[in-house]
C-alpha cells in the first residue's frame, strides 16, 4: 500500500534526483508566447529563460499532486483522471479546468484568458 | 518518437518536445510508477496552457510598466500575480545562475579565449611539424617549405 520512503520524498517537495540539465527548448517556448495572446510585446532573450525553469516548476507540481490522487486510488499508473482531480483540487490551477473537463467530456464555465477550442465529444 | 515532436513547424500547433517533458515527469515520481499516454499528453498541454497564462499576463505588466519588452522581471511578477509566487525564488534562483554562467568570457585582459586561441596555434604549428615529420619518412629527405607544397620531379 503506502510506501511511506516515497511518499514522504515527494510531501517534502524537494526530490531533486535529477539526472541532468532537461531544459526546455528557448525557442518553442518563445514561439508559444508569441501565440499568446494578440498583441504581444517584443520578448526579451532572457524571458524564455525564466518561463523554462517556471515551467519545470509548473510540471513538477502538477505532477505530485496528481501522484497524490494516483495513491488516494491505490493505483500505480497516473492516469489523466488523476490529473484532472489535481487541477480541481487546486485554487491556482483553475484556468487549467476547461483543459481537463474537455478531455473527460464535460462542459464547465467559458474559457477566460485562453483560446481553447470549445469541442463536444 | 514522433514526428510532431521534431517538426513541430505547423502554424496551428506549437507544443513542447515531449521526451523532455516526460524526463522532468518522471523524475518527480518513483521508479515503478508509470505514467499513461494520455496522461502525459495532458501535461504537455497543461504546461502549454502555463505559458500562455503567464505570458499574456506578463505581457499586462509589461504595458503598465510602459515598457516595450517583456522582460524577467515581468515574468516574475506575473507569477506572482497569478499565484505561483511560490516559484518566484527557485525561477530567480536559475536565472541569476544563468546570467552568471554566460558571462564566463570575461572582458579584458587574459581571457580564456586569448589563451585557447594561443594554445591553438601552438598546437596547429605542432600537427604541421608532425605531418612535415611524416613526410620526411615517407619519401627521400626533402626540405620543405612553409606555405606550399614542393611536388617533386
Redesign the interface.
Given at each position: 500500500m503506502r510506501?511511506a520512503g516515497?511518499y514522504s520524498a515527494?510531501l517534502s517537495g524537494g526530490?531533486s534526483?535529477?539526472?541532468g540539465p532537461?531544459?526546455?527548448?528557448l525557442a518553442?517556448?518563445k514561439?508559444?508566447?508569441k501565440?499568446?495572446?494578440d498583441?504581444?510585446?517584443?520578448?526579451?532573450g532572457?524571458?524564455p529563460?525564466?518561463?523554462s525553469?517556471?515551467?519545470?516548476?509548473?510540471?513538477?507540481e502538477?505532477?505530485?499532486r496528481?501522484?497524490m490522487m494516483?495513491l488516494q486510488g491505490k493505483r500505480?499508473?497516473?492516469?489523466?483522471e488523476?490529473?484532472?482531480a489535481a487541477?480541481m483540487a487546486t485554487?491556482?490551477f483553475d484556468?487549467?479546468v476547461e483543459?481537463?473537463s474537455d478531455?473527460n467530456g464535460t462542459q464547465m464555465a467559458p474559457a477566460t484568458?485562453?483560446n481553447?477550442s470549445v469541442a463536444e465529444r | 518518437m514522433e514526428p510532431m515532436d521534431i517538426v513541430?513547424k505547423s502554424k496551428e500547433d506549437?507544443?513542447?518536445?515531449k521526451a523532455?517533458?516526460f524526463?522532468?515527469?518522471k523524475?518527480?515520481?518513483?521508479p515503478?510508477?508509470?505514467?499513461?499516454r494520455?496522461?502525459q499528453d495532458?501535461?504537455v498541454?497543461?504546461?502549454?496552457?502555463?505559458?500562455?497564462?503567464?505570458?499574456?499576463e506578463?505581457?499586462e505588466v509589461?504595458?503598465r510598466e510602459e515598457?516595450?519588452?517583456?522582460?524577467?522581471e515581468?515574468?516574475?511578477k506575473a507569477?506572482e500575480v497569478?499565484?505561483?509566487g511560490e516559484?518566484v525564488e527557485?525561477?530567480y534562483a536559475?536565472?541569476e545562475q544563468?546570467?552568471l554562467d554566460t558571462l564566463d568570457s570575461p572582458k579584458g585582459g587574459k581571457s580564456s579565449i586569448e589563451m585557447t586561441e594561443e594554445e591553438a596555434l601552438a598546437e596547429q604549428q605542432r600537427m604541421f611539424a608532425e605531418a612535415r615529420a611524416r613526410m620526411n619518412n615517407g619519401m627521400t629527405l626533402q626540405k620543405q617549405s612553409d606555405s606550399d607544397h614542393v611536388l617533386n620531379s
Open positions: 510506501q516515497t515527494i526530490v534526483g535529477r539526472t532537461h531544459s526546455l527548448p518553442r517556448i514561439k508559444i508566447m501565440r499568446s495572446g498583441d504581444v510585446k517584443m520578448i526579451s532572457e524571458a529563460i525564466v518561463f525553469k517556471a515551467c519545470e516548476l509548473f510540471i513538477e502538477l505532477t505530485q496528481a501522484w494516483t500505480r499508473t497516473l492516469h489523466k488523476d490529473v484532472a487541477v485554487d491556482i484556468f487549467l483543459m481537463v478531455s484568458k485562453s481553447i | 513541430g506549437v507544443s513542447l518536445p523532455t517533458m524526463k522532468i515527469i523524475e518527480m515520481l518513483p515503478d510508477v508509470r505514467v499513461a494520455d496522461a495532458l501535461l498541454e497543461c504546461c502549454v496552457e502555463f505559458i500562455n497564462l503567464v505570458s499574456s506578463s505581457n509589461c504595458s515598457k516595450r519588452t517583456i522582460a524577467p515581468h515574468v516574475l507569477l497569478l499565484g505561483f516559484y527557485e525561477v536559475a536565472y544563468h546570467k
